[in-house]
């Protein structure tokens, strides 16, 4: 009877030491699993729950897009097998991201400069970046994306039946013609300003396999999904990105 006072007082002291030092927590985001793309113009994304206290440290998703040039016209779904044909470069970039980011025996946690290096940039949307349009979810909920011949790009937020919202490229990007998600001469003609000093069009990358100032026929864009938190150091959190797809804009 006498050891229970010394029994108590070494399970307060193990207790304390474990729920104040020396075990760090850990963080994690679930990714977008679920995408249905059909006739390579509708996509319906469902977002995972995140609102829960699980994860209490997220915040958003986010999507990351670049721009394809191509001589190359496909129309409907495209087929990961295209890639290189469309632009050589487009499959350097999926390959890049599948081997870092997606693969599951080498993974990393991807960041912010994880995209911005490749050349990646934020969507936006006409009244709000899409940070303040996909907000976390309070329950698994889809969202669609449509390319719509002669408009730009929407995004709606099918949960809630709203009002489709056009995406906007992003605007540190000095874009040629505008910031619209569709096909134009201008886009095609003059491309990514290429050079030691690139001033517009940093989304976008004409084919590498091609010289010299020309117009292009088509143009694609390469999107990705991450989910999106802030950790204890208020660092930026991101998920396993998951690749939405390859889109002719038309």
Same mark, same amino acid.
């Given at each position: 009877?006498?050891?229970?006072?010394?029994?108590?007082?070494? !399970?307060? &002291?193990?207790?304390?030491? %474990?729920?104040?030092?020396?075990?760090d927590?850990?963080?994690?985001?679930?990714?977008?699993?679920?995408?249905?793309?059909?006739?390579g113009t509708?996509i319906?994304i469902?977002?995972?729950n995140?609102?829960?206290?699980?994860?209490?440290?997220?915040?958003? %998703?986010?999507?990351?897009y670049?721009?394809?040039?191509?001589?190359?016209?496909?129309?409907?779904?495209i087929?990961?097998?295209?890639y290189? =044909?469309?632009?050589?470069?487009?499959?350097?970039? &999926?390959?890049?991201?599948?081997?870092?980011?997606?693969n599951?025996?080498n993974?990393?946690?991807?960041?912010?400069? !994880?995209f911005?290096?490749?050349?990646?940039?934020?969507l936006?949307?006409?009244?709000?970046?899409?940070?303040?349009?996909?907000?976390?979810?309070? =329950?698994?909920?889809?969202?669609?994306?449509?390319? =719509?011949?002669?408009?730009? @790009? /929407?995004?709606?937020?099918?949960?809630?039946? @709203?009002?489709?919202i056009?995406?906007?490229?992003? #605007?540190?990007?000095?874009?040629?013609p505008?910031?619209?998600?569709?096909?134009?001469?201008?886009?095609? =003609?003059?491309?990514?300003?290429?050079?030691?000093?690139?001033?517009?069009? #940093?989304?976008?990358?004409?084919?590498?396999t091609?010289?010299?100032?020309?117009?292009?026929?088509?143009?694609?864009?390469?999107?990705?999904?991450? /989910?999106?938190g802030?950790?204890?150091?208020?660092?930026?959190?991101?998920?396993?990105?998951?690749?939405?797809?390859?889109?002719?804009?038309?």
């Amino acid at each position: 009877m006498r050891r229970k006072p010394k029994l108590l007082f070494l !399970s307060i &002291f193990l207790l304390f030491i %474990f729920t104040t030092c020396g075990i760090d927590e850990l963080f994690f985001l679930p990714p977008v699993t679920h995408i249905s793309v059909s006739g390579g113009t509708d996509i319906i994304i469902t977002l995972p729950n995140i609102s829960t206290i699980t994860y209490y440290y997220a915040t958003n %998703f986010t999507i990351y897009y670049r721009i394809y040039l191509s001589d190359v016209s496909v129309d409907g779904s495209i087929l990961e097998t295209q890639y290189s =044909t469309l632009n050589p470069q487009l499959e350097t970039d &999926f390959n890049d991201f599948n081997r870092t980011f997606i693969n599951p025996t080498n993974v990393q946690v991807p960041t912010v400069s !994880s995209f911005t290096n490749r050349s990646y940039y934020r969507l936006r949307t006409n009244n709000a970046s899409v940070l303040s349009l996909i907000p976390p979810a309070s =329950t698994p909920r889809d969202i669609q994306i449509n390319f =719509t011949a002669g408009e730009s @790009a /929407t995004i709606t937020d099918l949960y809630a039946s @709203a009002t489709p919202i056009a995406l906007l490229r992003n #605007n540190s990007i000095s874009p040629i013609p505008d910031y619209y998600f569709q096909y134009s001469s201008e886009l095609a =003609t003059y491309g990514d300003n290429t050079g030691p000093s690139k001033t517009y069009n #940093n989304d976008v990358i004409n084919n590498v396999t091609a010289s010299g100032l020309k117009s292009y026929e088509c143009a694609y864009v390469s999107m990705y999904i991450v /989910t999106e938190g802030i950790q204890n150091n208020f660092q930026a959190l991101y998920s396993r990105p998951k690749h939405i797809g390859v889109f002719r804009l038309l």
